[in-house]
C-alpha cells in the first residue's frame, strides 16, 4: 500500500471517535485542555494511550491541511496536545512450560483453543476472532487470516502452517461448531478474550 493510501486508511479510522467525541467545534475550540478531555474519555473507553495519539496524530495532520496557505480554509491550525509518546515494551518468548501452564488455566474452551492458535501462528487476537472456518484448509494445513476485502495495512496477515498440536485441536472444534467462526461461543462470534485472557494468565 502506497504511503498516501496508508494516511487516508488512517485519518479514515480516525475520525470517528474524533467526530463522535468533538463534534462540530470550530478548530480555534480544540485548546490544550479540550485535548486532554478528548484522551480522558478515550481511556475511560479503554482505549490505549498509543491509539489515542493516533487518533491526535491524524487530527492534527487534518488542521495543518486546511489551515496550508494555499487553501487557506482555517486561519490557523491550533496546537494538539498528545499523551506521551507510550515506552517500547519489551518482547518476551514464553517458555514451553509456561505456555503449558497458561494453555491449562484456560477454563474455557474457546479461550483455550484462542490461546492455541495465538501460540502456534502468532497472529493478532483481531486476526484469530474474526477467523472463519472456511479460510482453515485442514487439508493443506493452512489458516489463511487475511479476509476478503479487507484493506491490507502494516500489520500484514499471511497464511500459517498448522503443526500437530494445532491441528487436533481445530479437528476438535470444527467438529463441536455451531458458526462459521473458528472462535466462539454461546452460538456466535466472540468480539474479545482480553479480560479471559488475563484471568488465565494470572492463573498460570
Keep these: 500500500m502506497a504511503k498516501s493510501d496508508r494516511l487516508l486508511a488512517r485519518l479514515e479510522w480516525a475520525h470517528k471517535p474524533l467526530v463522535r467525541i468533538l463534534g462540530p467545534k470550530p478548530p480555534e475550540a480544540i485548546t490544550e485542555a479540550e485535548c486532554h478531555r478528548y484522551a480522558a474519555r478515550r481511556r475511560q473507553e479503554d482505549v490505549a494511550d498509543a491509539t489515542v495519539r493516533t487518533e491526535l496524530q491524524a487530527l492534527r495532520a487534518a ?8 487553501r487557506g480554509l482555517i486561519g490557523e491550525a491550533p496546537r494538539i496536545e498528545m499523551p506521551a509518546r507510550p515506552e517500547a515494551r519489551m518482547i518476551r518468548w514464553l ?13 474455557a474452551h474457546h479461550v483455550r483453543l484462542f490461546v492455541t ?12 476472532l474474526g ?3 472456511d479460510r482453515v484448509d485442514l487439508t493443506k494445513r493452512l489458516v489463511d487470516f487475511r479476509e ?8 500484514r496477515r499471511v497464511p500459517a502452517p498448522i503443526n500437530d498440536t494445532l491441528y487436533a ?16 461461543w454461546a452460538g456466535g462470534p466472540v468480539a474479545r478474550v482480553k479480560h479471559a485472557f488475563r484471568d488465565a494468565a494470572a492463573r498460570a
Design 117 to 128: 492458535l495465538a501460540l502456534h501462528t502468532g497472529a493478532r487476537s483481531g486476526a484469530i
Design 169 to 184: 485441536a481445530l479437528v476438535e472444534a470444527q467438529a463441536a461448531a455451531t458458526t462459521e467462526y473458528v472462535i466462539e
Design 131 to 133: 477467523l472463519t472456518w
Design 148 to 155: 476478503a476485502g479487507r484493506v491490507r495495512t502494516r500489520k
Design 63 to 70: 488542521l495543518r491541511w486546511a489551515a496550508a496557505p494555499e
Design 95 to 107: 517458555t514451553r512450560d509456561e505456555a503449558s501452564r497458561l494453555l491449562a488455566a484456560c477454563k
